[in-house]
């Protein structure tokens, strides 16, 4: 033994199996912060090449500046790169056309096209005026090839180019446009010729580390520029950590509130362990006391051996946390796809690794504080008077309660520190879960994408009338590929009821589509579901805040009268503040005499190829047909994105909740060994043992059902009331699920805590406990 | 009949080459009433032996009979409830459950077992045991020697047949120890009850009827003493 600092292995080791649960803990919060920290980061990662490639790899856009203004902003020290690019028609309200579609058109330079914004998906950018770079959808629309050439129909005349490339940013087959890259000069003439105004715009990305805010100021100042001629691009300036209000932002501030969750949850668990340590060993101290030792010694000495514990646990718990977000991360990629299928699969994440090594070591120092004063305070009469650790100061009442009953339910009463944070940390995890809940219900509200009626594609009037023809239609879903098809006729009708009077939108569904209603929870009025399926003249209004048209509402159009029989949440319809009406397809023909559609969904079934949506696509002719499956897939990576974040949040809590009752207990019956086994020896039985534990563990579960209930259910309407009634009309309803579900946990937790020492007594060996000092 | 029968009991603690034998084929009977001093040296066997008198531990072999029944042949129930009704415990660290009151802690195993307390003994014992001032007390209250009487209460509460007491005056000074002993002695003569005690202190196994000697694990019996 070098010094009294050698100790601690020793006793260490002796005294494994109390530590193990503490090393868990420390290991799981450890675990806990490099994970989701790492997570965070590969989320920054991918957010930061998603952002580049959807919102374009530069910082700040001009507008209205000379030309000149290129080359001197270039010129800025803190200037990584400037590109420019105009365009002509990208909202496609101008008769520009292509092979018949409408088009768009965008003069730039290199830089912004395979750089600013990494567009160019094939081939190589227009080498001089006679070419051009085509949206990826000119393929399938006119059979465009690289090498191949196309007739631009402007206003003013035709232009013919040689295609030199293609570019893929996603929006050409969302609006059934073609979109037509240019260089500058090509441009200009296309431009000229129609005679638009010119109005580049200049696209700049700063250097790593630049203050960006302080560079925005400063080129405003210099240029004189007025609001509306900078456009910030947020998201980037969000990644590059330079944001005040952003998505990112709140990324960071999940992930720092996480971390004092997991500090404070760790920090109770570990002083808890540290405590009851300490208390158990109040002789030991005392013996060190009278030999001489100081109390900065045992101050020293009780922090050291807290550090010990983060030898093996903050190793293992950071690699575990990174093996984890690798998990995480492939099932992202692989599983979710979409938005995920850019993830780093193996990334280590230094700052995530360093964030769980720090959490690990606070968590054991803060919690070490205490304890180590208090056993420094111990006294060295203890170590002769013995019988330190039997503190009671009042005594037990028996009640109406057995002796091992009542002995349990003081046991969880004797220390109110003890009880309040137990039932503190139960209330805590129920609150937050029945929080998340809440949240995770708005989830499946508003992000849901797997609704059963989601479309792959949808052929559009385009104007919102009814041109889609029956016959169309039925062409249409007999082709191949086609799993099903249901359309939607719009009309907007004027209305009278009682006290007023307006327009409104009357929308047609087919029997499947009111089917979905109640299957995707649109509404849950059964009854008045069936009513407008069945009835004739009965309809269903979209819910909105103190619209006339509440369900029992009657109107009249027409000449018809018709009642309100049932209200609904959600609609395939946006009224756009005008009410929305939905009823069957019988009686909108009756009442508008109308028989087509303004929307035909189409889905395709799961092997559906791109040759059969290009005949479909033919098939449309010219209507317009919006392919909504890559849109799909990204809605649906959100969803799953979001599901996942809730669903480890929740498994967090339980985690720590777990962990902290099954240490609690644990260190519980360590600390009265010795009295048990005296107990023992006087007659008490090993089920009298159990049933005493089990009542001190009960104590600790329905405190902390009740107060979490107490608190956690106005939590969870208050979130319910604000994000979903007030959104989708859904009145709140006591969740009784979910109480379910956290009962269930509670009474599960309250098991594990009882299952290990209940082992661990039967083996107990009376005579090893008995006489030990 | 002999109360207590102890026949070839052996214990050895560990195996290979740190076994320790604490015991060595003991053997010897107590009739009932009979107040019994074993002695010997520290580390020499005499605890080992007295615990699995009491079936805290089971022995490597050998038999113990109580009142005619083999111990270590129940079961683990059998057995709590056997010990709680039969056999009295006195440790040298009295062991009382800091929570409950004297009071409480005396009838404790009366409470185990899920019986009313006979109150005129209990009255009689705290009389006795000149305890009745105290009985609200919390055992953090009370000195060594009221907490090992506490402890004899606890142990003579349920009318044992065996009472056995590992250095109950281990932690005592002389004035207790006697008044101790003088106790447990008036309450074996009363209850004919049997009492195995281990001691140190010479004076104190003077006064036994029996003194056996535990040497190096092996039983000497060195007869009835009258002084
Ligand atoms: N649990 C144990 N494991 C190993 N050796 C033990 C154990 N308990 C007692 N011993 C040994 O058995 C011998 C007898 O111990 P014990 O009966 O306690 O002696 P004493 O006569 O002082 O009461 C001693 O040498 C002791 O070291
Ligand atoms: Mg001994």
Redesign the pocket.
């Known amino acids: 033994m070098k010094s009294y600092l050698s100790l601690i292995p020793i006793s260490a080791k002796v005294r494994r199996r109390q530590n193990r649960i503490t090393v868990l803990c420390i290991a799981l919060a450890v675990f806990l912060v490099t994970g989701i920290f790492s997570m965070a980061d590969m989320g920054v990662r991918m957010e930061t090449a998603n952002a580049r490639r959807q919102h374009g790899n530069y910082h700040i856009a001009l507008r209205g500046l000379p030309e000149e203004a290129a080359e001197k902003l270039a010129a800025r020290r803190d200037v990584a790169a400037v590109s420019v690019s105009e365009s002509l028609n990208t909202d496609i309200s101008l008769d520009y056309t292509v092979a018949g579609k409408k088009a768009g058109l965008i003069g730039s330079d290199e830089s912004w096209l395979t750089d600013t914004f990494a567009y160019l998906s094939e081939g190589r950018f227009p080498a001089g005026s006679g070419e051009a770079v085509l949206s990826e959808n000119a393929k399938a629309v006119f059979g465009a090839e690289l090498g191949g050439s196309f007739t631009l129909h402007t206003p003013t005349g035709d232009f013919s180019f040689r295609i030199s490339g293609f570019e893929d940013d996603g929006s050409a087959a969302r609006y059934d446009a073609i979109l037509v890259c240019l260089d500058r000069a090509a441009f200009e003439q296309v431009r000229a010729a129609n005679g638009a105004e010119s109005a580049p715009e200049f696209f700049v990305r700063f250097r790593p580390l630049t203050q960006i805010r302080r560079a925005i100021s400063e080129i405003k100042s210099q240029y004189g520029l007025e609001e509306g001629q900078l456009a910030e691009n947020l998201v980037l300036i969000a990644l590059s950590g330079f944001s005040e209000n952003s998505v990112v932002l709140g990324m960071y501030g999940a992930a720092a509130f996480l971390f004092v969750l997991v500090l404070t949850a760790g920090v109770i668990m570990i002083a808890g362990s540290l405590n009851s340590n300490v208390a158990q060993r109040t002789a030991f101290f005392g013996m060190l006391r009278c030999l001489g030792a100081s109390k900065s010694q045992i101050m020293r000495l009780v922090r050291r051996e807290a550090l010990y514990w983060c030898r093996s646990a903050v190793p293992s718990g950071a690699a575990l946390g990174v093996a984890g977000s690798w998990g995480v991360c492939a099932a992202l990629r692989y599983g979710v796809g979409g938005m995920f299928s850019g993830i780093p699969l193996f990334g280590v994440s230094l700052p995530g690794i360093l964030c769980g090594v720090l959490v690990g070591l606070l968590t054991v120092l803060l919690a070490a504080r205490s304890p180590a004063r208090r056993a420094a305070a111990v006294s060295p009469v203890t170590a002769v008077t013995g019988n330190a650790e039997s503190k009671a100061t009042r005594p037990a009442r028996l009640g109406p309660w057995r002796v091992e009953t009542a002995l349990g339910l003081r046991h969880a009463a004797a220390s109110k520190k003890n009880l309040l944070l137990m039932t503190g940390s139960f209330a805590l995890s129920i609150l937050l879960f029945l929080s998340f809940s809440a949240v995770l219900a708005w989830i499946h509200y508003a992000l849901n994408p797997l609704r059963p009626s989601s479309p792959d594609l949808s052929v559009l009037s385009g104007d919102g009338s009814n041109a889609v023809s029956g016959e169309l239609a039925a062409e249409l879903s007999a082709m191949p590929g086609v799993k099903r098809s249901f359309g939607r006729a719009v009309q907007r009708l004027e209305a009278e009821w009682e006290g007023g009077g307006g327009s409104l939108f009357l929308v047609s569904l087919d029997d499947r589509q009111l089917s979905w209603a109640e299957k995707e929870g649109w509404t849950v009025d059964r009854r008045g579901l069936e009513r407008v399926r069945r009835e004739e003249n009965c309809v269903m209004s979209v819910y909105s805040e103190g619209s006339p048209l509440q369900k029992g509402a009657r109107l009249q159009i027409g000449g018809e009268s018709l009642e309100v029989a049932c209200s609904c949440a959600y609609a395939p319809f946006d009224g756009g503040g005008t009410p929305v009406l939905l009823c069957t397809e019988a009686l909108f023909s009756r009442l508008t005499g109308e028989s087509g559609y303004a929307v035909l969904d189409l889905q395709l079934e799961k092997d559906a190829t791109e040759e059969q949506v290009a005949a479909l696509r033919a098939a449309a002719g010219e209507l317009l047909l919006s392919d909504r499956r890559a849109g799909n897939r990204e809605t649906s990576a959100t969803y799953w994105a979001f599901t996942i974040l809730v669903y480890s949040f929740l498994a967090m809590i339980a985690a720590i909740t777990v962990c902290n009752i099954v240490n609690s207990i644990s260190l519980s019956v360590s600390a009265r060994m010795r009295q048990y086994g005296a107990m023992r020896s006087v007659g008490m039985s090993g089920r009298q043992l159990m049933k005493m534990i089990t009542a001190e563990t009960l104590t600790y579960a329905l405190c902390g059902l009740t107060v979490g209930l107490a608190a956690g259910l106005p939590a969870h309407k208050m979130i319910y009331e604000s994000f979903i009634t007030a959104y989708f009309g859904e009145a709140w309803k006591v969740p009784a699920g979910a109480a379910l579900v956290i009962a269930a946990f509670v009474a599960a937790a309250s098991a594990a805590a009882v299952y290990a020492p209940a082992k661990r007594m039967r083996s107990m060996?009376i005579?090893?406990t008995i006489n030990e000092l | 009949m002999d109360l207590l029968e102890v026949q070839k009991l052996c214990?050895t603690?560990?195996s290979g080459e740190t076994a320790?034998n604490?015991?060595r084929d003991v053997s010897f009977a107590v009739p009932k009433g009979e107040y019994v001093a074993i002695v010997?040296?520290?580390?020499?066997?005499?605890?080992?032996?007295?615990?699995l008198i009491g079936a805290l531990d089971t022995p490597t072999a050998g038999k113990v009979l109580i009142d005619g029944k083999d111990i270590f042949s129940m079961d683990d129930r059998q057995l709590t409830v056997f010990r709680r009704r039969n056999i009295g415990f006195i440790f040298q660290a009295f062991n009382l459950v800091p929570e409950l009151t004297v009071e409480q802690n005396i009838v404790f195993p009366l409470l185990l077992d899920y019986q009313k307390p006979d109150k005129k003994y209990l009255e009689e014992l705290l009389t006795v045991l000149n305890l009745r001032e105290r009985r609200d007390h919390l055992p953090s209250q009370l000195s060594g020697g009221q907490q090992q009487r506490v402890a004899i209460g606890r142990a003579l509460i349920t009318r044992p047949a065996l009472i056995l007491a590992?250095e109950p005056t281990g932690n005592l000074d002389s004035q207790n120890s006697s008044d101790v002993i003088r106790l447990l002695k008036e309450a074996s003569k009363k209850y004919e009850q049997t009492i195995l005690l281990?001691t140190h202190n010479r004076s104190i196994a003077q006064t036994a009827d029996r003194l056996l000697q535990?040497t190096d694990?092996s039983l000497t019996d060195l007869g009835r003493c009258r002084a």
């Open positions: 060996v005579t090893e | 214990k603690y560990g320790v604490a015991l010997g040296e520290s580390g020499s066997g005499k605890s080992t032996l007295l615990n590992d281990i535990v694990g």
